[in-house]
Nanobody, 124 residues
Framework: QVRLAESGGGSVDVGGSLRLSCVPSEYTRSRFCMGWFRQAPGKEREEVARVDGGGGSTLADSVKGRFTISKDDAKNTLYLQMNGLKAEDTAMYYC??????????????????RGQGTQVTISS
């Protein structure tokens, strides 16, 4: 069992920035697949980004050039740096992980463990 704790959500104006953080607990290995997905009211879950144990990452087309996913293995923390935020980025953002996978075989929203989510609201 892996518990994931997200932080860093909030409300900002269009064009603003936020950085989300996620810290997993009770992990069995130091490097594994992790990611972020989001869900807006009335919409399907949408992958935002994922990163494998070696640091290779994938970003959704909708956030490329604006968002960056990274991991600090020393701090055991996953980050999502979000710049140039748009109103359509408003959603609940979830951290997800698969501690048994070094390489990500599934999209972030399909990973077996996820946190409680952190709300991101962008005001126009």
């Amino acid at each position: 069992q892996v518990r994931l704790a997200e932080s860093g959500g909030g409300s900002v104006d269009v064009g603003g920035s936020l950085r989300l953080s996620c810290v997993p607990s009770e992990y069995t290995r130091s490097r594994f697949c992790m990611g972020w997905f989001r869900q807006a009211p009335g919409k399907e879950r949408e992958e935002v980004a994922r990163v494998d144990g070696g640091g290779g990452s994938t970003l959704a087309d909708s956030v490329k050039g604006r968002f960056t996913i990274s991991k600090d293995d020393a701090k055991n923390t996953l980050y999502l740096q979000m710049n140039g935020l748009k109103a359509e980025d408003t959603a609940m953002y979830y951290c997800a992980a698969d501690p048994d996978a070094y390489f990500c075989q599934r999209k972030a929203e399909d990973l077996p463990f996820r946190g409680q989510g952190t709300q991101v609201t962008i005001s126009s």
